[in-house]
């Protein structure tokens, strides 16, 4: 069904780095959501009414927030198409981020709601009537939501969709509160105990996390994210692979929508290597960064010395000092200076961010230390550096 609806409704579908193709798998998916929960709002809404039941007619209404929440994410879609100006020289991706914000905003909203409305039931609770019609709408809106997550999160995951994950997880998430309301009803026909506040309460509930996770997922993007180590050893062993790049550093990724990234990175080269060949060397790299991997690479020079033996061996030293010490320790733009009394060994370490700014003057000391004890004429001359990869 899913593969029938993408190849009926969307051309070129298999180009999904375009932006009119994704747009076009949001579009789909925004109508889809539309046609489909208002479909079960009107079923949902109905069956509550006949069954009096609070936790029914709760989930009818969450449907038709997800209806609206599909129109915004159709409004988003739309709109984070629109191409680079003069007042948004990145383009306008971020806007899908801000479609999904306001998606759970809504949801959060709708939650509170039925919150409320449970607590007033468990206070003067109703009789609920069991009818099996009814109960067979309900499972049918099961079975519809179940496709409408798996829907979204294929789509999702093709395009790279923050608002159709979103989308997916809230669907899935009624499948739950569904189950739930129906169970609060098979419950009372054989029981004859009425739980259906407390149920509605916890839909509530289910439904306010729901649009809180929504928040977290749509809210890092926004605010600025660590680089996915997958992302970061995509970028560095594709610069790495150029000959004349000895190694990388320092790599940042910055985020402007699902299709739209810029990143810098620092190539180290070999110093003794005319300038103007490893400029050369760099542009290419940037140019086919672009072509490649759609991503807007800068790439920042660093020398580095690999003609002088007595260097590399003591760089590999102060390497292996560090790992002794934290082997996510790691260093770049090694120098040695040598002096009358004492060797300057100047390099930057990069630390995970678990280490605060209290505990740098501490690892100073330790490295300065352990250093030393390699010969007592080395100085170290250390900047610490924050990791910009997430953690695995």
């Known amino acids: ?44 809404l109905a069956v509550g009414l006949v069954l009096h039941s609070v936790s029914v007619m709760a989930d009818a209404f969450n449907n038709l927030s997800d209806a609206a929440s599909s129109v915004i994410g159709f409004i988003g879609v739309k709109m984070a198409e629109k191409p680079a100006d003069e007042e948004h020289p990145f383009g306008h991706g971020r806007i899908e981020y801000i479609a999904a ?10 939650g509170f709601t039925f919150f409320k409305n449970a607590i007033a039931k468990i206070r003067t609770p ?38 159709m994950q979103a989308t997916a997880t809230d669907a899935l998430g009624d499948v739950v509160t569904t189950l739930a309301t129906m169970g609060s009803i098979l419950f009372f026909y054989f029981t004859k105990i009425n739980i259906d506040g407390y149920v509605g309460l916890a839909v509530s509930l289910l439904v306010m996390w729901a649009g809180v996770g929504i928040a977290k997922d749509t809210l890092e993007p926004l605010i600025g994210q660590s680089v996915d180590p997958k992302l970061y050893r995509e970028i560095s062993e594709f610069v790495e692979s150029y000959d004349g790049i000895l190694g990388s550093h320092d790599l940042i990724v910055h985020n402007y929508g699902p299709t739209k990234s ?16 490893s400029h050369e060397i760099i542009d290419r790299i940037e140019r086919d960064a672009a072509k490649k991997l759609g991503i807007f690479l800068v790439i920042h020079m660093d020398p580095v010395e690999t003609a002088d033996a007595q260097v590399a061996e003591v760089k590999a030293e102060v390497q292996e000092v ?4 934290d082997e996510r320790l790691s260093l770049h733009d090694f120098r040695m200076v040598d002096g009358e009394k004492w060797i300057n060994l100047i390099f930057d370490v ?38 910009f990869v997430a953690e695995e």
Request: charged fraction near 25%; proline fraction near 2%.
């Open 1 to 44: 069904m899913t593969e029938l609806l993408v190849k009926t409704f969307v051309k070129d579908y298999q180009n999904t780095e375009e932006a009119k193709v994704r747009t076009a798998y949001g579009v789909l998916a925004s109508l889809v959501g539309i046609v489909c929960n208002l479909l079960l709002f009107g079923g949902k």
């Open 262 to 277: 810029l990143a810098s990175i620092h190539a180290e080269v070999p110093n003794n290597v005319d300038i103007e060949t």
């Open 126 to 163: 109703e009789e609920l009537s069991f009818n099996l019609i009814s109960m067979g709408i309900l499972l049918a809106s099961v079975a519809v939501k179940l496709w409408l997550s798996f829907f979204n999160k294929k789509l999702g995951k093709r395009i790279n969709s923050t608002v």
């Open 350 to 387: 990069v630390v995970p961010f678990s280490y605060g700014e209290n505990d740098r003057p501490k690892l100073r000391e330790a490295i300065e230390e352990e250093v030393r004890s390699l010969d007592e004429r080395y100085h170290c001359v250390i900047t610490f550096d924050s990791g």
């Open 322 to 325: 560090l790992h002794q010490m």
């Open 101 to 110: 914000l306001i998606v759970s905003f809504l949801v959060i909203e709708v």
